[in-house]
C-alpha cells in the first residue's frame, strides 16, 4: 500500500557538540517543524573498480566510500520553530524575557574561540509513516543556508539547507506542534536609514556558510568533522518606486541601515522576526522595472560585517535576527 505524504513529520532537537572523529550522539526529537517540502537523503559515494583485465568492459566493482547526509527543507515562517535554522545556522544566541512576557531571543554569528566559531548542531528526526520503528534520524546536522521571502499578499515562508550523518532508524517519537501561526508578510514594517519606508512589497534575505564534511583516513566511513565555514547574508527587495531615493544607495554606495520587523501580539503570545542589518550595501544593478501599470525598483543588497549586529561572542556579523516566542532559554542553544 502507498504511503501518504501528509503522516509524515520532522522532529528536531539540540545536541551535545560533538567531538571531531567521535560519532555524534543522535537526541530524540523535542520539537517539531512544519513543512511543504523535505527531502532528506544519505549520501553515498561509490568507487568504481576499473582495472583492465582483457574483457571488454569498464567497471569491474563498485566499492562504497564515504557517506554524509544533506537535507533541503522549505515551510511557511513560524516565530518559534524557526529558531532552529537560525541559531543553527548563525550559532550565537542571547535569550531574556519570561514566560509571561514572551522570551527575545537576538541571534548572530558565532565568533567564540571556545567553539572555534561552530554552531550548535541538531538531530533531525523523519518520520515517513512505514510502521513503529520507522523514523530515520540523521545526527550532528548543521544548517549551510535559510533564504526567507516575503510578499506582500503571501506568508513569509523560507527554504533551508543542511548537513548531517548518516541516519539510522529509531522508534518513532510522538509529535507535538505549537498553536503559533505562520507569519502573514503583511504585518511587516520596514525601516531604510532610519526612516519607515512603506514601498517595499516584496523580498528575500539569505544568510548562507559553507558546511564542508572533512574526511580522513581512520577507518570510518562518515566524516571527521563538518566544519561550518564564513557567513555571508544578502538579499532582494523590490519596492514602489516614488523617487530616486533607493536609487542614489546603489549609485554612490551609501550602505544604508536596513531593518525588516515582523511583530504582532502582545503578552505572553507575542512573537516577532525580525532582520537587522546595520550596514546594508545596495550592490548590483538596482533595476526601474516597468513590467506592470506602476514603476517599481529591485535592488539586490549585501549585509555588511559590522560590530553592531554582533552578539555576545563579540566580533562582527553581517545580520542579526531577533526572535520573540515562548520558547525558554536553552531552547535553541
Same mark, same amino acid.
Given at each position: 500500500?502507498?504511503?501518504?505524504?501528509?503522516? $509524515?513529520?520532522? /522532529?528536531?532537537?539540540?545536541? #551535545?557538540?560533538?567531538?571531531? +572523529?567521535? =560519532?555524534? !550522539?543522535? @537526541? *530524540?526529537?523535542?520539537?517539531?517543524?512544519?513543512?511543504?517540502?523535505?527531502?532528506?537523503?544519505?549520501?553515498?559515494?561509490?568507487?568504481?573498480?576499473?582495472?583492465?583485465?582483457?574483457?571488454?568492459?569498464?567497471?569491474?566493482?563498485?566499492?562504497?566510500?564515504?557517506?554524509?547526509?544533506?537535507?533541503?527543507?522549505?515551510?511557511?515562517?513560524?516565530?518559534?520553530?524557526?529558531?532552529?535554522?537560525?541559531?543553527?545556522?548563525?550559532?550565537?544566541?542571547?535569550?531574556?524575557?519570561?514566560?509571561?512576557?514572551?522570551?527575545?531571543?537576538?541571534?548572530?554569528?558565532?565568533?567564540?574561540?571556545?567553539?572555534?566559531?561552530?554552531?550548535?548542531?541538531?538531530?533531525?528526526?523523519?518520520?515517513?509513516?512505514?510502521?513503529?520503528?520507522?523514523?530515520?534520524?540523521?545526527?550532528?546536522?548543521?544548517?549551510?543556508?535559510?533564504?526567507?521571502?516575503? $510578499?506582500?499578499? /503571501?506568508?513569509?515562508?523560507? #527554504?533551508?539547507?543542511?548537513? +548531517?550523518? =548518516?541516519? !539510522?532508524? @529509531? *522508534?518513532?517519537?510522538?509529535?507535538?506542534?505549537?498553536?503559533?501561526?505562520?507569519?502573514?508578510?503583511?504585518?511587516?514594517?520596514?525601516?531604510?536609514?532610519?526612516?519607515?519606508?512603506?514601498?517595499?512589497?516584496?523580498?528575500?534575505?539569505?544568510?548562507?556558510?559553507?558546511?564542508?564534511?572533512?574526511?580522513?583516513?581512520?577507518?570510518?566511513?562518515?566524516?571527521?568533522?563538518?566544519?561550518?565555514?564564513?557567513?555571508?547574508?544578502?538579499?532582494?527587495?523590490?519596492?514602489?518606486?516614488?523617487?530616486?531615493?533607493?536609487?542614489?544607495?546603489?549609485?554612490?554606495?551609501?550602505?544604508?541601515?536596513?531593518?525588516?520587523?515582523?511583530?504582532?501580539?502582545?503578552?505572553?503570545?507575542?512573537?516577532?522576526?525580525?532582520?537587522?542589518?546595520?550596514?546594508?550595501?545596495?550592490?548590483?544593478?538596482?533595476?526601474?522595472?516597468?513590467?506592470?501599470?506602476?514603476?517599481?525598483?529591485?535592488?539586490?543588497?549585501?549585509?555588511?560585517?559590522?560590530?553592531?549586529?554582533?552578539?555576545?561572542? *563579540?566580533?562582527?556579523?553581517?545580520?542579526?535576527?531577533?526572535?520573540?516566542?515562548?520558547?525558554?532559554?536553552?531552547?535553541?542553544?
Amino acid at each position: 500500500m502507498s504511503i501518504p505524504k501528509n503522516r $509524515s513529520f520532522l /522532529g528536531i532537537a539540540k545536541e #551535545t557538540r560533538p567531538t571531531p +572523529g567521535a =560519532a555524534p !550522539a543522535s @537526541v *530524540a526529537a523535542t520539537d517539531f517543524i512544519p513543512w511543504t517540502s523535505y527531502s532528506p537523503v544519505d549520501n553515498v559515494s561509490y568507487l568504481e573498480d576499473l582495472g583492465i583485465r582483457g574483457s571488454m568492459v569498464e567497471n569491474y566493482g563498485e566499492i562504497q566510500g564515504n557517506i554524509f547526509s544533506e537535507h533541503d527543507l522549505s515551510g511557511d515562517v513560524f516565530a518559534d520553530t524557526f529558531g532552529y535554522p537560525m541559531v543553527g545556522l548563525l550559532g550565537d544566541v542571547a535569550t531574556t524575557g519570561a514566560a509571561s512576557i514572551a522570551y527575545t531571543h537576538v541571534i548572530s554569528v558565532l565568533n567564540s574561540q571556545a567553539s572555534n566559531g561552530q554552531p550548535v548542531t541538531y538531530s533531525l528526526s523523519d518520520y515517513y509513516g512505514l510502521g513503529s520503528a520507522n523514523t530515520r534520524v540523521f545526527a550532528g546536522c548543521q544548517f549551510s543556508e535559510v533564504d526567507t521571502k516575503f $510578499s506582500a499578499d /503571501g506568508l513569509m515562508t523560507f #527554504t533551508a539547507k543542511a548537513k +548531517g550523518y =548518516a541516519s !539510522a532508524t @529509531v *522508534a518513532n517519537p510522538t509529535p507535538s506542534f505549537s498553536a503559533v501561526a505562520p507569519t502573514a508578510a503583511w504585518v511587516g514594517v520596514t525601516t531604510l536609514a532610519a526612516s519607515v519606508n512603506a514601498q517595499m512589497s516584496e523580498g528575500n534575505i539569505k544568510i548562507a556558510r559553507p558546511v564542508t564534511p572533512i574526511f580522513t583516513v581512520d577507518g570510518n566511513q562518515r566524516p571527521y568533522q563538518l566544519f561550518a565555514g564564513p557567513v555571508m547574508c544578502d538579499g532582494n527587495l523590490t519596492l514602489v518606486f516614488e523617487s530616486d531615493v533607493q536609487l542614489q544607495y546603489y549609485l554612490s554606495n551609501t550602505q544604508p541601515a536596513l531593518q525588516l520587523d515582523f511583530s504582532q501580539g502582545s503578552g505572553s503570545t507575542a512573537t516577532q522576526i525580525m532582520f537587522n542589518m546595520t550596514k546594508c550595501a545596495f550592490i548590483g544593478q538596482a533595476k526601474i522595472e516597468r513590467s506592470k501599470d506602476w514603476l517599481e525598483l529591485t535592488v539586490p543588497f549585501k549585509g555588511v560585517a559590522n560590530t553592531t549586529d554582533a552578539g555576545a561572542s *563579540a566580533g562582527h556579523s553581517p545580520v542579526k535576527v531577533t526572535l520573540k516566542n515562548a520558547k525558554a532559554s536553552g531552547t535553541y542553544a
